[in-house]
T-cell receptor, first 109, second 120 residues
């Protein structure tokens, strides 16, 4: 079957760095997306990885290891507005996104 | 960037009535649109995939006669919740994929802002 595993909740301090891990099992693989979702709102795109390695985009970076079925999202210089859920969504062989429950990130002052 | 709108943003209806939700891609042509439902603190659940000009593909367990999907044009898909019941109360979100018909190409799904449905 297809499965996503992320921590349910994480807490970090404003200004710090946090890494959100994601392991996945899918039927085929066509890349992996990270989305941010604030409470009561729709998801917004953060990153897309299809090749192994680190993709850096401002304060956010995303890493992928296809052989390990593993990805992480790294958030630097945390701000209060980063409090949200972070969704790891791999794309399967049919180009369908597989969604987990996401990781709720709580930022404390 | 690609923008997807959804209307209405919130709707309250009485049990037994039907509700239509519209999803529009504003600056690109979306050959494929997706309809999701999300209950509080749960993951996005794909309900159906809608392709322009053809019947929608429903996920297992989703009643196609209850959740009617119409994708009549490259910029508009509608979801009609028929004979709504309180258990249908949820956050409904659409997304669209630009598969190159507008000059762009991406597997990214662009999400609408969502529709919060409350059935009383």
């Amino acid at each position: 079957g297809q499965n996503i595993d992320q921590p349910t909740e994480m807490t970090a301090t404003e200004g710090a760095i946090v890494q959100i891990n994601c392991t996945y099992q899918t039927s085929g693989f066509n890349g992996l997306f990270w989305y941010q979702q604030h409470a009561g709102e729709a998801p917004t795109f953060l990153s897309y990885n299809v090749l192994d390695g680190l993709e850096e985009k401002g304060r956010f970076s995303s890493f992928l290891s296809r052989s390990k079925g593993y990805s992480y999202l790294l958030l630097k210089e945390l701000q209060m507005k980063d409090s949200a859920s972070y969704l790891c969504a791999p794309m399967d062989s049919n180009y369908q996104l597989i969604w987990g429950a996401g990781t709720k990130l709580i930022i404390k002052p | 960037g690609a923008v997807v709108s959804q209307h209405p943003s919130r709707v309250i209806c009485k049990s037994g009535t039907s509700v239509k939700i519209e999803c529009r891609s504003l600056d690109f042509q979306a050959t494929t649109m997706f309809w999701y439902r999300q209950f509080p603190k749960q993951s996005l659940m794909l309900m159906a995939t809608s392709n322009e000009g053809s019947k929608a593909t429903y996920e297992q367990g989703v009643e196609k006669d209850k959740f009617l999907i119409n994708h009549a044009s490259l910029t508009l898909s509608t979801l009609t919740v028929t004979s709504a019941h309180p258990e249908d109360s949820s956050f409904y979100i659409c997304s669209a994929r630009d598969l190159g018909t507008s000059g762009g190409f991406s597997y990214e799904q662009y999400f609408g802002p969502g529709t919060r449905l409350t059935v009383t």
